[in-house]
């Protein structure tokens, strides 16, 4: 891109986040984003920056990217909650909305020019379901966005979901003529009738979610109308329920009020270099960026899975050894697509092992990164209660001294696994006996202090997986008494089987 056509003004942004999520988000934007004025709601994050759109489209932790219209604070007691209120506290003199709009049309041109700048068509059998939680954080409801690149027509009910065309929402059932929120379903079009149309002229529609005390007053579709015919008698833009120029989001409850225009298609979730996804992105960009990364590192996975996190993290950090395990044949040959797809071959490679007889030296990586499993969506036949124990003593024997291990777990997981770390002092009437094993069953824990003695405990992060939560665990190995300085410095030596897609 040539350096006439960089954003350099600052531009106001937010993204939505899955919950949890904000945490990363708000290191994210002010690492590689260098953003001012960084803020946030449960949901959302607000920031500030002079960074070209490219690079804020790259952002991993976000759900979806827009241009923040205005931020008010939500409306008072004393405030009108009549429709002329409204129109009045939300459009002022229309300024806003102006400078706004001109931002907008300068991003997309800017978005345009690039010639990867339409994002890719999801692949066939490419499953990804929206969480209902991060569908409300994200405040859009109502049909797909239509901006200046044409619409898209997806076939998954999933994806139909994720960019709000389920018929199902309440905001989609309006049709009074300006009510602009509409769920038909929005036939693929030519691109070039919006990339020519004047400056002058803007066709728009609003998608609005509303909550709290105003939610009893007015409904979704109540506000949208509200709202557009304040814009089109205002500022003369014209409403378009099927293919305009943009779409207004609104999200309005007892604390916020929040109005914005979403700049791209697809949600910034979607990953292009991810043929089957497995875990979802934004939690694997997450683990990847708690485990402390190096140039030079070796990082294995000894649940892989499809290779969601590995693929991350690759994707992530260069100059790094990446290995994946996995005893479940049918699942390496999706990770080895993946990493076929996503041209990592040279630095992540697969193994089919058991995570209970990890096939490496004691002390040999840097990191240990796992996703290990609920049994809830996939099911499985492992009693992960009285497995997890021996699945993480191998992730402990394999890890190196100041190694970080990262761990996604279910909460009743993620319980076991703390009282397992829990030193507990062995009574005077069981001295001398044998010891139990196992965070199952009916086992005494207090005759073991510490099933894990060489990890220390970081922190813990509580994330949404969409009907259930789950919690990143972090750890440190630190030496100990009992810990194991013996193995090679490195994994590079291995030469593990890549198992080849059949």
Not at 96 to 113: G, I
Not at 114 to 143: N, W
Not at 237 to 242: A, N
Request: hydrophobic fraction near 35%; include cysteine; charged fraction near 25%.
């Amino acid at each position: 891109m040539n350096d006439s056509n960089c954003q350099c003004a600052a531009l106001q942004f937010y993204c939505t986040a899955g919950n949890g999520m904000e945490p990363f988000l708000i290191q994210e934007v002010k690492t590689k984003l260098a953003a001012k004025d960084v803020d946030h709601i449960p949901g959302k994050v607000f920031f500030t920056t002079s960074s070209e759109i490219k690079q804020v489209r790259e952002l991993k932790s976000a759900e979806r990217l827009f241009l923040l219209l205005k931020r008010h604070s939500p409306l008072l007691a004393h405030t009108p909650k009549t429709p002329s209120g409204i129109q009045s506290r939300l459009m002022g003199d229309g300024s806003d909305w102006t400078r706004a709009v001109l931002s907008w049309r300068s991003l997309q041109r800017d978005l345009m020019m690039r010639s990867d700048c339409t994002l890719s068509v999801a692949l066939p059998g490419r499953k990804r379901k929206m969480e209902e939680e991060e569908e409300k954080d994200s405040g859009v409801e109502g049909s797909t966005f239509n901006g200046p690149y044409g619409t898209q027509k997806l076939g998954l009910e999933g994806k139909r979901r994720e960019f709000g065309l389920s018929k199902d929402t309440s905001s989609t059932e309006d049709s009074g003529s300006v009510s602009c929120v509409s769920g038909d379903k929005v036939e693929e079009d030519s691109i070039e009738g919006s990339r020519d149309r004047k400056t002058s002229t803007v066709s728009f529609r609003v998608s609005c979610r509303c909550s709290g005390a105003l939610s009893r007053r007015f409904s979704p579709q109540d506000l949208s109308r509200i709202i557009g015919t304040a814009v089109s008698r205002q500022l003369g833009w014209r409403v378009d329920l099927r293919k305009p120029d943009l779409e207004v989001n609104v999200y309005m409850s007892d604390d916020h009020c929040v109005l914005g225009i979403p700049l791209l298609r697809l949600p910034l979730a979607n990953r292009s270099y991810m043929k089957t996804t497995g875990l979802r992105s934004t939690i694997a960009w997450a683990m990847a960026s708690l485990s402390d990364i190096k140039p030079g590192s070796c990082v294995i996975d000894p649940m892989c899975g499809v290779g969601t996190i590995l693929l991350e993290a690759a994707h992530e950090y260069q100059d790094v050894f990446f290995l994946g395990l996995d005893i479940d044949e049918s699942q390496l040959v999706k990770a080895s697509q993946n990493v076929e797809f996503a041209k990592f071959g040279d630095r992540v490679q697969l193994l089919q092992a058991s995570s209970k007889e990890i096939p490496l030296p004691s002390c040999s990586v840097d990191v240990v990164v796992c996703d290990v499993p609920f049994g809830k969506k996939f099911g499985t036949k492992t009693d992960m209660a009285a497995s997890l124990p021996v699945i993480v003593r191998e992730m402990e024997r394999v890890l190196r001294v100041g190694g970080t291990l990262v761990l996604l777990l279910s909460p009743q997981l993620s319980c076991l696994l703390k009282k397992s770390m829990t030193p507990r002092p062995v009574p005077s009437h069981t001295q001398g006996e044998g010891t139990g094993v196992g965070l199952g069953g009916d086992v005494d824990p207090s005759l073991t202090p510490s099933l894990f003695p060489s990890l220390q405990p970081l922190s813990y992060h509580r994330v949404s997986l969409g009907a259930i939560d789950a919690l990143i665990h972090k750890y440190v190995k630190i030496l100990t008494a009992t810990t194991t300085l013996s193995g090679p410095d490195c994994i590079h030596t291995l030469n593990p089987c890549i198992v080849d897609p059949e």
